[in-house]
């Protein structure tokens, strides 16, 4: 087993950020959000991703406002603390340990220095009991404190976001599940429960799906299984309750906010439409449709300004109160499957695979962003359940990224399969793909395998089908010039009426191999010749992959019997094989290094290495749970610089690869973390940052410290800089019309902003009679022969002469050029 403490596993984006309610900064600045084990932060103006806060060891649970700090966060976690953060540093200031995982967090003004948490109830661990308690946050100057003293407050509640709420600023707190409202009140100490009946009669489904508390009166708005949402009141008393419905979503309501004054609530559901209803007129109501999938959650900003809806799709999208989209962040976005694998574009460096249905997703790895969504089956598809839909299912890119290949399937129940293979050709104009040829049933049964071959003197695409056939597609010209290519089938192969399932092509693109069950054939482009089959111990290929650089020679296959074999192409024969239970076989396309994940025992291994070394550069025993199915070698925007042999293998390329529960995981090295963590720490400031007295002297302070600095390094910086701006413009044109002083007052002033001042024109003055006697000089020197030759002559500078000044220099120029001609008439007398 080889050790490398330098190389560890992290999430590198693509996490869930519709897992929990964002919650948006007081000044409508910033967007946080629950990604995996850390919380993100997202501009709401720019929806660029700021920073994240990182330091859970679990996953994030729930983020909130400090109500007595608005620059500072709560958060929640799996692992059981809670950490007290500043969002716009990215600083941990505190860690509560708890002791117990955390499902919800919850805050109120009126609460100061409590936090009201969902846990599991003592003793039920891993049961489905749930509990509300209060945890009083102890002062203490350490960094990690322990809260363990935890006050029941409500049991039996749902660990679900939006099942709890405050309401009435902070004197009571309601919670739902199943059938039950409960609420409970802080001043008199007691709870009240209300019960709704189950309504099987006529389809109806009662059950509480989530609250939201009014933030000023007595009401209790909640969503239900069957579209209705209840306005609860009167309920201090529990025999006089009372409560009106309000029925708009077809399905059942997920989420529901009041805003901060209370005069509307919003609600959204399946139907993917923002409903706006108005709190004293409850029949007239708002839309904002269309927002692209189910809503989960819905924020809105403590002044009111924005909302945000959180989808079942990995997106956030911010709308202004005047209910307009104004930004979208868009997360990866996780389906049922990933049936295209992942692949990366060659053109963006994006991570292409399955997004929304009937569509290709294009994300940004070091952005964590998607970039765009490629309407593939370009159908208007339908959310309903037991519809059979088209459906992506390979995907692959050629070398340069000019050509995408698709393939789509439909299978109807007791209907043949529905295939279409597509091919998009890149526009530069328009900046993405463009169909150029649909191809309508290309196999008479399902492709398992496609790539482009990667010869820079053709474009070919081969595919591979359950039908016993590979065909290779080539792209031929069309008569008109002025017109795209198109492309047609070229060849048709097959071995024995075997079933081939994978197939791969060489570096250079002059071999391509197809796996026929048990056997590996080798063909050539050029010919379509077979050129040799290899043999291998029983068991069907399931992976093929070549050698790549020094290590071309060579061509490795997985086969279902765990074996993973390699074969060296210039013998034609086996060079090693090993028992490995190989369900992932990955190479880096700018190195000799492959990827090979094994399934044992219930979780994953990797093993990294050469084709042509016995021994492996990189391993690490059970990796995750489950089997690893899909994963790539990311080409790395900027070369590592590691020396050490063990983590080499991750300077050209990073690998990402996604777990049995859809996590997008890779590997960083001490390097990176460095790199990233100096990056990090470079305070971000906005130009809409409120200028304090401190905010100013700091600035004066650092600006002159830079002046200097500039100053000592670049000479260039003493020139005298010409004035960008005058103080008198600048406060006529900002200031309102109505306070300025009169237009005779401000005249001299404005006048007098627009003359150069005296000191200016006294230097300029100095300089340009320092030019006219230069002239003057030189003039001088060119009549007189004798004053150049004493002016050769004079005292130089390697015998020791001191220099001179400028103004010692001027006076010498003075007295070479004054008349002496009376000397001479007296030496006469």
Same mark, same amino acid.
């Not at 103006?45 to 700021?50: G, I, K, L, P």
């Given at each position: 087993?080889?050790?490398?403490?330098?190389?560890?596993?992290?999430?590198?984006?693509?996490?869930?950020?519709?897992?929990?309610?964002?919650?948006?900064?007081?000044?409508?600045?910033?967007?946080?959000?629950?990604?995996?084990?850390?919380?993100?932060?997202?501009?709401?103006?720019?929806?660029?991703?700021?920073?994240?806060?990182?330091?859970?060891?679990?996953?994030?649970?729930?983020?909130?406002?400090?109500?007595?700090?608005?620059?500072?966060?709560?958060?929640?976690?799996?692992?059981?603390?809670?950490?007290?953060?500043?969002?716009?540093?990215?600083?941990?200031?505190?860690?509560?340990?708890?002791?117990?995982?955390?499902?919800?967090?919850?805050?109120?003004?009126?609460?100061?220095?409590?936090?009201?948490?969902?846990?599991?109830?003592?003793?039920?661990?891993?049961?489905?009991?749930?509990?509300?308690?209060?945890?009083?946050?102890?002062?203490?100057?350490?960094?990690?404190?322990?809260?363990?003293?935890?006050?029941?407050?409500?049991?039996?509640?749902?660990?679900?976001?939006?099942?709890?709420?405050?309401?009435?600023?902070?004197?009571?707190?309601?919670?739902?599940?199943?059938?039950?409202?409960?609420?409970?009140?802080?001043?008199?100490?007691?709870?009240?429960?209300?019960?709704?009946?189950?309504?099987?009669?006529?389809?109806?489904?009662?059950?509480?799906?989530?609250?939201?508390?009014?933030?000023?009166?007595?009401?209790?708005?909640?969503?239900?299984?069957?579209?209705?949402?209840?306005?609860?009141?009167?309920?201090?008393?529990?025999?006089?309750?009372?409560?009106?419905?309000?029925?708009?979503?077809?399905?059942?309501?997920?989420?529901?906010?009041?805003?901060?004054?209370?005069?509307?609530?919003?609600?959204?559901?399946?139907?993917?439409?923002?409903?706006?209803?108005?709190?004293?007129?409850?029949?007239?109501?708002?839309?904002?449709?269309?927002?692209?999938?189910?809503?989960?959650?819905?924020?809105?900003?403590?002044?009111?300004?924005?909302?945000?809806?959180?989808?079942?799709?990995?997106?956030?999208?911010?709308?202004?109160?005047?209910?307009?989209?104004?930004?979208?962040?868009?997360?990866?976005?996780?389906?049922?499957?990933?049936?295209?694998?992942?692949?990366?574009?060659?053109?963006?460096?994006?991570?292409?695979?399955?997004?929304?249905?009937?569509?290709?997703?294009?994300?940004?790895?070091?952005?964590?962003?998607?970039?765009?969504?490629?309407?593939?089956?370009?159908?208007?598809?339908?959310?309903?359940?037991?519809?059979?839909?088209?459906?992506?299912?390979?995907?692959?890119?050629?070398?340069?990224?000019?050509?995408?290949?698709?393939?789509?399937?439909?299978?109807?129940?007791?209907?043949?399969?529905?295939?279409?293979?597509?091919?998009?050709?890149?526009?530069?104009?328009?900046?993405?793909?463009?169909?150029?040829?649909?191809?309508?049933?290309?196999?008479?049964?399902?492709?398992?395998?496609?790539?482009?071959?990667?010869?820079?003197?053709?474009?070919?695409?081969?595919?591979?089908?359950?039908?016993?056939?590979?065909?290779?597609?080539?792209?031929?010209?069309?008569?008109?010039?002025?017109?795209?290519?198109?492309?047609?089938?070229?060849?048709?192969?097959?071995?024995?009426?075997?079933?081939?399932?994978?197939?791969?092509?060489?570096?250079?693109?002059?071999?391509?191999?197809?796996?026929?069950?048990?056997?590996?054939?080798?063909?050539?482009?050029?010919?379509?010749?077979?050129?040799?089959?290899?043999?291998?111990?029983?068991?069907?290929?399931?992976?093929?992959?070549?050698?790549?650089?020094?290590?071309?020679?060579?061509?490795?296959?997985?086969?279902?019997?765990?074996?993973?074999?390699?074969?060296?192409?210039?013998?034609?024969?086996?060079?090693?094989?090993?028992?490995?239970?190989?369900?992932?076989?990955?190479?880096?396309?700018?190195?000799?290094?492959?990827?090979?994940?094994?399934? +044992?025992?219930?979780?994953?291994?990797? !093993?990294?290495? /050469?084709?042509? #070394?016995? $021994?492996? =550069?990189? %391993?690490? &025993?059970? *990796?995750?749970?489950?089997?690893?199915?899909?994963?790539?070698?990311?080409?790395?925007?900027?070369?590592?610089?590691?020396?050490?042999?063990?983590?080499?293998?991750?300077?050209?390329?990073?690998?990402?690869?996604?777990? +049995?529960?859809?996590?997008?995981?890779? !590997?960083?090295? /001490?390097?990176? #973390?460095? $790199?990233? =963590?100096? %990056?990090? &720490?470079? *305070?971000?400031?906005?130009?809409?940052?409120?200028?304090?007295?401190?905010?100013?002297?700091?600035?004066?302070?650092?600006?002159?410290?830079?002046?200097?600095?500039?100053?000592?390094?670049?000479?260039?910086?003493?020139?005298?800089?010409?004035?960008?701006?005058?103080?008198?413009? /600048?406060?006529?044109?900002?200031?309102?019309?109505?306070?300025?002083?009169?237009?005779?007052?401000?005249?001299?002033?404005?006048?007098?902003?627009?003359?150069?001042?005296?000191?200016?024109?006294?230097?300029?003055?100095?300089?340009?009679?320092?030019?006219?006697?230069?002239?003057?000089?030189?003039?001088?020197?060119?009549?007189?022969?004798?004053?150049?030759?004493?002016?050769?002559?004079?005292?130089?500078?390697?015998?020791?002469?001191?220099?001179?000044?400028?103004?010692?220099?001027?006076?010498?120029?003075?007295?070479?050029?004054?008349?002496?001609?009376?000397?001479?008439?007296?030496?006469?007398?």
């Amino acid at each position: 087993m080889v050790e490398h403490a330098e190389i560890r596993m992290v999430h590198r984006g693509g996490s869930k950020i519709n897992f929990r309610e964002p919650v948006i900064t007081n000044d409508s600045r910033f967007l946080l959000c629950a990604a995996g084990e850390s919380v993100n932060v997202y501009s709401t103006s720019t929806e660029e991703y700021v920073h994240d806060l990182q330091g859970h060891t679990g996953l994030v649970t729930g983020v909130v406002l400090n109500p007595s700090n608005h620059l500072q966060v709560y958060s929640c976690s799996a692992d059981g603390t809670v950490r007290l953060w500043d969002f716009t540093d990215a600083i941990l200031i505190k860690t509560f340990i708890i002791g117990y995982p955390i499902y919800s967090i919850y805050v109120s003004e009126k609460h100061g220095g409590v936090v009201f948490l969902v846990v599991p109830m003592a003793n039920y661990k891993s049961s489905e009991l749930f509990q509300l308690v209060a945890v009083h946050l102890p002062h203490s100057g350490d960094q990690e404190v322990e809260a363990r003293e935890l006050s029941a407050v409500l049991c039996d509640v749902s660990p679900h976001a939006g099942a709890a709420s405050f309401g009435r600023e902070g004197e009571y707190i309601a919670a739902v599940r199943g059938l039950q409202l409960e609420v409970f009140f802080f001043k008199k100490q007691k709870s009240y429960r209300f019960s709704l009946k189950s309504g099987k009669k006529k389809g109806a489904k009662n059950a509480f799906t989530c609250i939201s508390c009014h933030p000023k009166e007595d009401c209790i708005a909640t969503g239900h299984e069957d579209g209705k949402i209840r306005m609860w009141r009167n309920f201090n008393q529990k025999k006089e309750y009372t409560y009106s419905t309000l029925h708009w979503h077809h399905g059942a309501v997920n989420t529901l906010c009041f805003t901060p004054e209370g005069t509307n609530l919003l609600s959204g559901g399946i139907e993917s439409v923002l409903v706006h209803w108005h709190y004293t007129q409850e029949n007239q109501k708002d839309f904002l449709p269309r927002l692209g999938a189910a809503i989960t959650h819905i924020a809105v900003s403590p002044d009111g300004s924005l909302f945000s809806t959180s989808h079942s799709d990995n997106k956030i999208t911010i709308i202004q109160s005047c209910v307009k989209v104004s930004a979208v962040i868009q997360g990866l976005v996780k389906g049922d499957g990933v049936w295209t694998n992942l692949i990366i574009d060659p053109r963006s460096k994006a991570l292409v695979l399955n997004g929304k249905p009937g569509h290709l997703q294009f994300y940004s790895l070091h952005r964590d962003k998607q970039l765009y969504n490629l309407d593939i089956v370009q159908q208007e598809y339908i959310h309903e359940e037991g519809l059979d839909q088209f459906e992506v299912v390979k995907a692959a890119f050629d070398a340069r990224g000019d050509w995408l290949a698709t393939v789509e399937e439909r299978r109807k129940k007791g209907a043949e399969l529905e295939i279409n293979l597509k091919l998009w050709a890149y526009d530069e104009l328009t900046q993405s793909f463009v169909l150029n040829t649909t191809v309508t049933a290309p196999h008479e049964d399902q492709i398992t395998a496609m790539f482009f071959s990667p010869s820079p003197e053709t474009t070919m695409l081969v595919t591979t089908s359950l039908d016993g056939h590979f065909k290779a597609w080539l792209l031929a010209d069309h008569s008109d010039a002025n017109a795209e290519g198109f492309w047609a089938c070229d060849f048709v192969g097959g071995y024995h009426l075997l079933k081939p399932g994978c197939c791969s092509f060489s570096a250079d693109g002059s071999l391509l191999s197809v796996g026929f069950q048990e056997v590996v054939t080798v063909w050539s482009p050029a010919s379509w010749e077979l050129l040799t089959t290899l043999s291998q111990p029983p068991g069907a290929i399931r992976d093929l992959c070549f050698g790549r650089l020094s290590c071309s020679k060579y061509l490795l296959g997985a086969s279902t019997k765990n074996q993973l074999c390699c074969w060296n192409l210039l013998t034609c024969s086996l060079e090693w094989s090993t028992p490995m239970d190989v369900s992932l076989l990955q190479t880096d396309p700018l190195s000799e290094n492959m990827a090979a994940f094994c399934s +044992q025992s219930g979780s994953s291994d990797l !093993f990294v290495f /050469k084709p042509s #070394e016995p $021994r492996p =550069l990189y %391993s690490q &025993k059970a *990796l995750c749970t489950g089997k690893v199915q899909h994963a790539v070698f990311a080409p790395r925007d900027q070369m590592l610089e590691s020396c050490e042999e063990r983590t080499q293998w991750l300077n050209r390329s990073q690998l990402y690869f996604f777990t +049995q529960h859809m996590d997008l995981l890779t !590997f960083s090295t /001490k390097t990176e #973390e460095d $790199r990233l =963590l100096a %990056s990090s &720490k470079q *305070l971000m400031v906005d130009d809409s940052v409120a200028v304090t007295p401190f905010y100013l002297l700091l600035g004066k302070h650092r600006g002159q410290q830079l002046e200097k600095q500039e100053a000592l390094t670049n000479p260039m910086a003493e020139r005298t800089q010409l004035p960008q701006g005058s103080i008198a413009i /600048k406060e006529l044109l900002h200031t309102p019309a109505h306070v300025l002083p009169s237009a005779s007052f401000l005249c001299a002033m404005f006048v007098r902003s627009l003359l150069i001042s005296s000191s200016s024109a006294r230097e300029e003055k100095e300089h340009e009679e320092g030019e006219m006697e230069r002239e003057e000089e030189d003039s001088e020197g060119e009549a007189d022969p004798r004053l150049g030759e004493s002016a050769a002559w004079g005292p130089p500078e390697e015998f020791g002469a001191p220099a001179l000044t400028k103004a010692q220099e001027r006076e010498l120029r003075k007295v070479k050029t004054f008349d002496h001609s009376w000397l001479s008439s007296l030496l006469d007398c």
